[in-house]
């Protein structure tokens, strides 16, 4: 457990957060943006629960962040999800290209 | 090299592969498993963790809420067997380029930081959770607690706000009518 610094799972994180930028620069589809920010929220958490494990383990506030940011991050999730169902709905398309006018 | 480090290994290559794959591959329904393989890969990295409550929690919530959520939202919106279009080359080598040296300059920073590691044994229980809390004292964390509740509540109406269908009757004015217009339109041409 300990054989392992606390630099190579900041690595994971921080590859992971960097892979989550790379597909909200390259994707113009929203859902898979939407995955792409999924990606990055879960590298966070990665994060906190590394940092409380490693460096504050008597302290419990980085799983409570960690829980929280899952919560929103669901509640985020379904947002958007409605927001782009309703946009599917007036402009049959989810491309962010052609949502430019929010409009409708 | 002990058990523990090589299964850490293995499982982080998982994880970064399957999230490249999931950024890169064409067609969106494969974007979505591959997304799901990585978050069972993160929730695997908990339990090697030995943090065994968020790993249950990654499971239940990201598993299986928002993933099926996703897969619901593509079969409702696309055809899923079809390929995206690739982005331009240019943007392509762009969004590489910055992502490299972002990555390179972010890892540089942690990599001359000295993490002080905690000498104390990490022990964390769900009944402490639980009661840190629902606590209202000077660690307690009953106020984001409440917060979070009413977030929720809100997210699930406007949730349900968003993704009803307008009435489908001209007598409604305004606002109501309008997102039926181009949509029948659209229907007429095709």
Same mark, same amino acid.
């Given at each position: 457990?300990?054989?392992?610094?606390?630099?190579?799972?900041?690595?994971?994180?921080?590859?992971?957060?960097?892979?989550?930028?790379?597909?909200?620069?390259?994707?113009?589809?929203?859902?898979?943006? +939407?995955?792409?920010?999924?990606?990055?929220?879960?590298?966070?958490?990665?994060?906190?629960?590394?940092?409380?494990?490693?460096?504050?383990?008597?302290?419990?506030?980085?799983?409570?962040?960690?829980?929280?940011?899952?919560?929103?991050?669901?509640?985020?999730?379904?947002?958007?999800?409605?927001?782009?169902?309703?946009?599917?709905?007036?402009?049959?398309?989810?491309?962010?290209?052609?949502?430019?006018?929010?409009?409708? | 090299?002990?058990?523990?480090?090589?299964?850490?290994?293995?499982?982080?290559?998982?994880?970064?592969?399957?999230?490249?794959?999931?950024?890169?591959?064409?067609?969106?329904?494969?974007?979505?498993?591959?997304?799901?393989?990585?978050?069972?890969?993160?929730?695997?990295?908990?339990?090697?963790?030995?943090?065994?409550?968020?790993?249950?929690?990654?499971?239940?919530?990201?598993?299986?809420?928002?993933?099926?959520?996703?897969?619901?939202?593509?079969?409702?919106?696309?055809?899923?067997?079809?390929?995206?279009?690739?982005?331009?080359?240019?943007?392509?080598?762009?969004?590489?380029?910055?992502?490299?040296?972002?990555?390179?300059?972010?890892?540089?920073?942690?990599?001359?930081?000295?993490?002080?590691?905690?000498?104390?044994?990490?022990?964390?229980?769900?009944?402490?959770?639980?009661?840190?809390?629902?606590?209202?004292?000077?660690?307690?964390?009953? +106020?984001?607690?409440?917060?979070?509740?009413?977030?929720?509540?809100?997210?699930?109406?406007?949730?349900?706000?968003?993704?009803?269908?307008?009435?489908?009757?001209?007598?409604?004015?305004?606002?109501?009518?309008?997102?039926?217009?181009?949509?029948?339109?659209?229907?007429?041409?095709?």
């Amino acid at each position: 457990m300990s054989d392992i610094p606390i630099s190579h799972i900041l690595f994971v994180s921080t590859a992971l957060f960097f892979i989550g930028m790379y597909g909200l620069f390259t994707r113009r589809n929203m859902i898979t943006m +939407l995955m792409s920010v999924e990606l990055i929220l879960n590298s966070v958490n990665i994060n906190f629960v590394a940092f409380n494990k490693y460096l504050y383990p008597d302290k419990l506030d980085g799983i409570f962040f960690t829980i929280f940011i899952i919560t929103i991050a669901a509640a985020e999730a379904a947002i958007a999800i409605a927001i782009i169902i309703n946009l599917y709905r007036s402009h049959r398309s989810i491309d962010v290209e052609t949502a430019e006018e929010m409009k409708w | 090299m002990t058990a523990s480090q090589i299964i850490f290994y293995i499982l982080s290559a998982f994880i970064l592969g399957t999230a490249v794959l999931s950024v890169t591959t064409k067609k969106i329904f494969r974007s979505a498993i591959w997304l799901l393989f990585s978050l069972i890969g993160i929730a695997g990295l908990y339990f090697w963790l030995q943090v065994e409550f968020i790993a249950a929690v990654q499971i239940v919530v990201y598993v299986g809420g928002i993933v099926v959520l996703i897969i619901f939202s593509i079969f409702l919106t696309q055809q899923s067997g079809k390929e995206m279009p690739g982005p331009p080359l240019l943007r392509t080598i762009a969004s590489i380029l910055s992502v490299l040296f972002g990555f390179a300059l972010s890892y540089l920073l942690i990599y001359k930081n000295d993490f002080k590691a905690g000498d104390k044994e990490f022990d964390w229980s769900v009944s402490k959770i639980g009661k840190q809390m629902l606590e209202t004292g000077e660690n307690g964390y009953v +106020l984001p607690f409440e917060v979070v509740t009413m977030l929720l509540l809100a997210a699930m109406v406007g949730c349900i706000v968003i993704a009803m269908k307008a009435p489908a009757q001209p007598s409604s004015v305004g606002k109501a009518t309008e997102p039926q217009e181009p949509r029948v339109e659209e229907i007429i041409k095709s």
